[in-house]
């Protein structure tokens, strides 16, 4: 038997998703606590994965986030944005053979 996967992420409750100004687009996937940015050739910019835990150890939701502009923060300076390269996912993953 075959399978194709029709969809990435989702989310049945708890999620929202927000246009920015340069065109892309920021997605929270509440349920999995998965907060994400993609351009318009859905390639993902960054990607924040919620590590806290409430009282059911098996979520971490996020309810909803927005993305706001610099100056709603008049107090603090405008930080200096840079480009952050992303680490090696290899990295983060067990290998098969480590698996007992």
């Known amino acids: 038997m075959t399978a194709t996967e ?6 049945h409750y ?3 998703v927000q246009r920015l100004p340069n065109g ?3 997605i929270t996937e509440g349920a ?5 940015e993609i351009t318009v050739k859905s390639e993902i910019v960054w990607e924040y994965i919620n590590p ?3 009282q059911d ?3 971490h939701r996020i309810y909803r986030a927005h993305r706001v502009p610099y100056d709603w923060i008049p107090q603090i300076p ?3 944005e840079q480009r952050v390269t992303p680490p090696d996912l ?3 993953r067990i290998p098969p053979d480590a698996v007992n």
């Open 6 to 11: 029709r969809h990435r992420f989702f989310s």
């Open 52 to 54: 806290f835990f409430g």
């Open 78 to 80: 405008r930080p200096v």
């Open 24 to 26: 892309n687009t920021m």
């Open 32 to 36: 999995d606590g998965r907060i994400f």
């Open 57 to 59: 150890p098996d979520t």
């Open 90 to 92: 290899s990295d983060f």
């Open 14 to 16: 708890v999620s929202n």
